[in-house]
């Protein structure tokens, strides 16, 4: 794998209702089928007929933006669980109120605390997510696109780049936006490197 696309998934209705995002599992809005549209007709652009593997997470937002993306560029949809957003446990389904009333914040630490019964450390989201690309890497003889939410984005490209997870700042250093495709590639040196993060000059105009 010398190069692989990521598209943030597009606009939910978790976004506009005051729910909670991880594994709360919520569509696309009719806005977020809209930009699915200009995000497949861009790559349709950049992969320019190479032969892809296009993969997302199973959360419907996700899906369904891939789904979007998958009749412009003529390809079927892997869908997997591993490329979920951070599993948020107890607040799954809730509204960021409650959650903002619920979370428990004893023992914080950057990575290795979870804020609700049931939930991952963000550390295990990124092992997670590290596997399964791995896995992805290995087994892929095509160019990857990979479908997913702002977290997971921010996990690929920390995994992409081979930096420890204990050197980063934050824990989503490389933030993105619905809609958002980014490019990562090695470059003529072998290294990996972040081509462009979070191009969404294909969504000018929509509201």
Known sequence: MDRLFLVQHCQSEHHVSGLTGGWTDTPLTDLGRRQAERAGQ???????????????????????????????IDVEVLALPALRELNNGAATGQTEEWAQKNIDRTNWSLFDWSGFEGAETWRQFYRRVAQCMDELAAESAHLPIIVTHGGTVSNIVTWWLRLPLDVLPERTPFACSPGGISLLKTNKYGNPVVAYLNDTSHLAGLA
């Open 42 to 72: 861009r790559l349709k652009e950049l992969v320019a007929g190479k032969p892809c593997q296009l993969a997302s997470s199973d959360l419907k937002r996700a899906v369904q933006t891939a789904e979007i993306i998958a009749q412009a």
